[in-house]
């Protein structure tokens, strides 16, 4: 697309411009126009990829190989989440030699779990849809299990982790205790531990999860939220191959966060209970205050545990706005009703 940034599309296409709901494509230029397939595939991978230059060329190939014979008509899905590296070129690249590849270039960088999400949005798979990581830590080897299972009458196939080999200690410590720590909140609604977003999903399921339509995605959540039957597909998670992942632990304290807030209001509830247990303190060391008064008369002291209530209830007071803080933030960014994201360009491959 000629667009460097000055002229909207919507301005350039003139009265060609359609805009559908949230795709904002201008279909004028014939190199732009989606060749729509006659027959759309049956099976959809979808692989949302940030600054994977290096690793996207050998992640096809081992996609495609592991692809040949499941005996479905297939496409990939690569959703550019608004890469500062060559991902985009590379993406043009594969597309050019595999017709099998659509590729999806958002606007600017959105997030993984928002660029999965338009890359499900944009996926023409008629029987399921396969969500895969570039970065080959979701060995696409694992994909023809996926499918078998599914064919074996579930609706959802997900991969879970055997070990995480190459991440540290910290991080498997951590994660298992955020894990651990939903599992406990999430009451009816239950993730699987150890399982990212790797999985395939039916037609069905995704249409489900494609209603869900918040801002603050907490993707394991939404995944997990709609239910159907599901199946456990075991398998060795690898290091990265290549480039460096984009989690730190800052993000990783957020998307917990998220994860919490999206799933449950019981630390809304907390703050009750503290204040509960609080004013029961509260009465207990009055009630001691007039007994000392009356028998053995009232020296004049206690500025120091004075202080110290004052201060320890200000801090809890503090925790507790930022807490419903928290839950108000989000709701602001959901009364917003933005678009979720916007697409610069989408090339579907011409034939699966
Ligand atoms: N990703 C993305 N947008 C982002 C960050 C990541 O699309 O803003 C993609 C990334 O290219 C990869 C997947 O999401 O395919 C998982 O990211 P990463 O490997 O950094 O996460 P981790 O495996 O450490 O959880
Ligand atoms: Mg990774």
Partial sequence: MQNHGQTPPAARAGPCFRPISVVITSF??????????????????????????????????????????????????YVNDGSKDGTLAVMLGLQAQDQRVSLLNL?????????????????????????????????????????????????????????????????????????????????????????????????????????????????KGLFAWIGFPAIAVRYDRAPRAAGTTKWNYWKLWNFSLEGITSFTVAPLKIATYIGLITAIGALLYLAQLIFRTIFFGNPVAGY???????????????????????????????????????VERYLPGDKA
Avoid at 41 to 66: G, K, M
Avoid at 312 to 327: A, D, P, R, T, W
Wanted: charged share 20%; proline share 6%; hydrophobic share 45%.
């Fill in 107 to 219: 606007s600017r960088n959105f997030g993984k779990e928002i660029a999965l999400t338009a890359g499900l949005d944009h996926a023409r798979g008629t029987e399921a849809v396969v969500v895969i990581d570039a970065d080959l830590q979701d060995p696409p080897e694992v994909i023809p299990d996926l499918i078998a299972a599914w064919r074996q009458g579930s609706d959802i196939a997900y991969a879970q982790r055997n070990t995480r080999a190459g991440e540290t200690w910290l991080k498997k410590a951590t994660a298992s205790a955020f894990y651990r720590l939903m599992q406990r909140i999430s009451g009816k609604v239950q993730l699987p531990p150890d399982t990212g977003d790797f999985r395939l999903m039916s037609r069905r399921a995704l249409d489900a999860l494609l209603k869900l339509r918040e801002q603050h995605r907490f993707m």
């Fill in 304 to 342: 120091p545990s004075l202080l110290a209530v004052t201060l320890f209830l200000g801090g809890v007071q503090m925790m507790m706005l930022g807490i419903i803080g928290e839950y108000l933030g989000r709701i602001f960014n959901e009364t917003k009703g933005r678009p979720l994201y916007l």
């Fill in 28 to 77: 004028c230029n014939p190199l732009e126009a989606p060749l729509l397939s006659q027959d759309p595939p049956a099976l959809s991978i979808v692989v949302p990829a940030y600054n994977e230059e290096e690793v996207l060329p050998q992640f096809h190939a081992r996609l495609a190989a592991a692809l040949t014979g499941i005996g479905l008509t297939w496409e990939v899905v």
